[in-house]
């Protein structure tokens, strides 16, 4: 597989979604104006508290990584058999776990997050894209994103089960992005502790709405966590990150309130959409990824209203949305779209 170059995001809106800085530069407008809905990140993210004054100036230590940690555990119920280990943001392991294994074949399973197959690319791995899990099957390590990025697919726990012990014959990995799975808890396989060989990643950048702290989770073999966290390198997560995190994971009430919102939030934003004609490919109760042949039109369209949503380059005739944060937000995209089947009629 040819590792693709990474975009520019001083000239292209890059490989993923939230450059408001570049389409500010292109279509103009200030911050305020947009309304950008080209990620996956929960619009009404969790209501971080006032941090004390120590957080900021010490170093953080290792009970506070033990705590986010823990906190992770509990709230994924995670098995005493396997470690959890706190990651600055999901992207940090994904950048490492590569590092952490002999030349291997690996097959990332469907379109999915991009980072991955460069990941392991650039780490000497021999990659490719596998069309589904069972076209999985050869590769020494197999990465699936569970509900997958961009289209929201769902792998069912068995034929994820299924791979793992097929993977396992051959002292194989299953590596299992569980980014979005927050609003679908019973899809996780982080409760699993059966299969020693399977690695998931978890983020409360997208569901908690706290990307910026940037605070992953690597749930894994007890054997891994050791060398896992010497390749992370000491304070390799903020102690202002750790706190959030910890305070934002331990909120059960906040948690259980969101996921009713965002599966209501989820099924307007897919009416929304097939009312405008879009064909859905698929969602998640955080993003919707639709398919029109104008879309190109569409979402050049949206850009001249100061509205962001997510373009596929490989992909020219889907469009990904994600929520709306506002009644007026998502009355701005009910009139944007009013205003585009005006033009095109």
Not at 47 to 69: G, H, I, K, N, Y
Request: glycine share 8%; charged share 20%; proline share 6%.
């Amino acid at each position: 597989m040819t590792v693709p170059p990474r975009a520019s995001i001083a000239t292209t809106e890059g490989q993923h979604g939230g450059n408001l800085s570049w389409a500010m530069t292109a279509f103009g407008g200030i911050a305020d104006q947009w309304l950008d809905l080209s990620t996956g990140i929960n619009p009404n993210g969790y209501p971080v508290p006032e941090m004390p004054a120590t957080v900021w100036q010490r170093l953080p230590d290792s009970a506070a990584f033990t705590q986010a940690e823990d906190a992770a555990r509990k709230i994924f119920g995670v098995p005493s058999a396997k470690a959890v280990v706190v990651t600055a943001g999901t992207q940090a392991a994904i950048n490492v776990l590569p590092r952490m294994r002999p030349h291997s074949r690996v097959a990332v399973v469907g379109k999915t997050y991009s980072e991955h197959a460069l990941a392991w690319a650039q780490a000497g791995h021999e990659v490719r894209e596998a069309e589904s899990l069972t076209d999985a099957c050869s590769a020494e390590v197999v990465v699936v994103v569970n509900p997958n990025n961009p289209d929201g697919r769902v792998y069912p726990r068995d034929e994820l089960c299924d791979a793992a012990r097929a993977l396992s014959a051959r002292d194989g990995t299953l590596i299992v992005d569980e980014a979005f799975a927050d609003s679908c808890p019973d899809e996780s396989l982080a409760q699993d502790g059966q299969y020693a060989n399977i690695v998931i990643l978890r983020s409360v950048g997208k569901f908690y709405g706290l990307a910026g702290i940037r605070v992953g989770f690597v749930i894994c073999p007890s054997a891994l966590a050791l060398p896992l966290r010497q390749l992370l390198g000491p304070w390799s997560v903020t102690g202002p990150s750790l706190a959030a995190c910890t305070v934002a994971l331990n909120d059960s009430a906040w948690r259980d309130d969101t996921r009713r919102r965002l599966f209501d939030a989820g099924r307007r934003l897919e009416q929304t959409l097939v009312a405008a004609n879009l064909t859905l490919v698929g969602r998640t109760d955080l993003f919707a990824l639709t398919a029109t042949p104008h879309a190109q039109a569409l979402w050049q369209f949206l850009a001249d209203q100061h509205i962001l949503v997510r373009r596929f380059e490989q992909q020219p005739l889907w469009l990904r949305f994600g929520l709306p944060g506002s009644e007026a937000g998502w009355q701005r995209l009910h009139e944007a779209f009013a205003s585009f089947a005006e033009v095109r009629a």
